[in-house]
T-cell receptor
Framework: DAKTTQPNSMESNEEEPVHLPCNHS???????IHWYRQLPSQGPEYVIH???SNVNNRMASLAIAEDRKSSTLILHRATLRDAAVYYC??????????????FGQGTTLQVKP | EAQVTQNPRYLITVTGKKLTVTCSQN?????MSWYRQDPGLGLRQIYY???????DKGDVPEGYKVSRKEKRNFPLILESPSPNQTSLYFC?????????????FGDGTRLSIL
């Protein structure tokens, strides 16, 4: 399985944008880039996913490098509720996919008022 | 409201006393799975199920059993719990195992085995 690398922690101020980076230099052509987050005392929560093009939804934006070896999750205006551990996960579109999500250590985001 | 419901949320029990953690989803999802979360080890998959009566081992299945008799339910069974199964457990479900399908997680069950 292709590996992802994320910073252990990041800090942000409330109402400012946050850019959470993820490196995945060994990504294959059939790997989708997914982001999940885990709020304190809750289960992981799906945020967004993409393949090659940048993606936007109501929660965040995903910017994918042209060579696909890195991506950035963008929270446009961080709130205190966005304080969580953010996981960047690769998911293979291939037939061998068992549905398993491979969680690394993620990035712990702190949001300061 | 679409959700994955786990019960109990917390349980303290003793070694060897059989226990079952229930998981139920109301989204008509085919795929369900169980993870455990431990400090420094992250989330690891225990078992998964692609549909009714179809289950398979994940990365850490030892000491656990599952069953999938109905589409909505996927209980996790510890026949003879041991202290090394003290952990935070999450159930997840999705429409299918496909890479495009978001997975929905329950709020977790914290098990302490004494």
């Amino acid at each position: 399985d292709a590996k992802t690398t994320q910073p252990n922690s990041m800090e942000s101020n409330e109402e400012e944008p946050v850019h959470l980076p993820c490196n995945h230099s060994t990504i294959s052509g059939t790997d989708y880039i997914h982001w999940y987050r885990q709020l304190p005392s809750q289960g992981p929560e799906y945020v967004i996913h993409g393949l090659t093009s940048n993606v936007n939804n109501r929660m965040a934006s995903l910017a994918i490098a042209e060579d696909r070896k890195s991506s950035t999750l963008i929270l446009h205006r961080a709130t205190l509720r966005d304080a969580a551990v953010y996981y960047c996960i690769l998911r293979d579109l291939g037939s061998g996919n068992t549905g398993k999500l491979i969680f690394g250590q993620g990035t712990t985001l702190q949001v300061k008022p | 409201e679409a959700q994955v419901t786990q019960n109990p949320r917390y349980l303290i029990t003793v070694t060897g006393k059989k226990l079952t953690v229930t998981c139920s989803q109301n989204m008509n999802h085919e795929y369900m799975s169980w993870y455990r979360q431990d400090p420094g080890l992250g989330l690891r998959q225990i078992y998964y199920s692609m549909n009714v009566e179809v289950t398979d081992k994940g990365d850490v299945p030892e000491g656990y059993k599952v069953s999938r008799k109905e589409k909505r339910n996927f209980p996790l069974i510890l026949e003879s719990p041991s202290p090394n199964q003290t952990s935070l457990y999450f159930c997840a479900s999705s429409l299918s195992r496909g890479a495009l399908q978001p997975q929905h997680f329950g709020d977790g069950t914290r098990l302490s085995i004494l």
